[in-house]
């Protein structure tokens, strides 16, 4: 069985944890979706998921392109921008409007509306599901009759490692 995110929902991006078992987890979790969805992960696909699961870093479609072809893959553009659309589209990775940039989920499968903190040093992303913000947001649309197809709720700041750097 995958195991789900922490039943607490603390975003682990900014602790020092072991990050091979979050990429194991994701890429089952997003292998079963698929499998349930009968939907294809193709190699690329898979790769350039793999790719934004590296590290918990929001990655331009420019900086997965550059990851392709160092490992000497056939990598045009149209490409990497539709393997990054398939991802984002199924919600395995998510587009940060503002850095035009993406960021693997981490809790791919799951219908959430993630908050995200990143940080503007070093470009760390930590998806926190903030379900208090996600049900706030629903309900001031609620009250005015309006219908929330997506929402981008992105913060900017400092992340522990990089207030720690700043304070030396
Ligand atoms: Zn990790
Ligand atoms: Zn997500
Ligand atoms: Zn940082």
Do not use: W
Request: charge should be negative; include cysteine.
């Amino acid at each position: 069985m995958p195991s789900k995110s922490d039943p607490d929902n603390k975003p682990v991006a900014f602790d020092s944890h072991d990050h091979r078992r979050c990429v194991q987890t994701a890429a089952a979790d997003v292998e079963a979706v698929c499998a349930d969805q009968n939907l294809r992960l193709t190699p690329i696909r898979r790769r350039v998921l793999e790719i934004l699961l590296e590290e918990h870093r929001a990655l331009g479609a420019y900086d997965v392109l550059a990851r392709l072809s160092a490992e000497g893959q056939p990598a045009h553009p149209p490409v990497a921008y539709r393997a990054l659309e398939f991802l984002v589209n199924h919600g395995f990775a998510h587009k940060l409007e503002r850095m035009n940039a993406f960021v693997a989920c981490a809790q791919p499968g799951e219908d959430h509306r993630p908050v995200f903190l990143i940080c503007s040093a070093c470009n760390a992303v930590a998806e926190d599901a903030a379900a208090g913000v996600g049900a706030a947001l629903g309900q001031a649309a609620g009250a005015v009759g309006f219908a929330i197809a997506s929402t981008a709720i992105e913060a900017e700041g400092l992340c522990p490692g990089c207030r720690g750097n700043a304070a030396v």
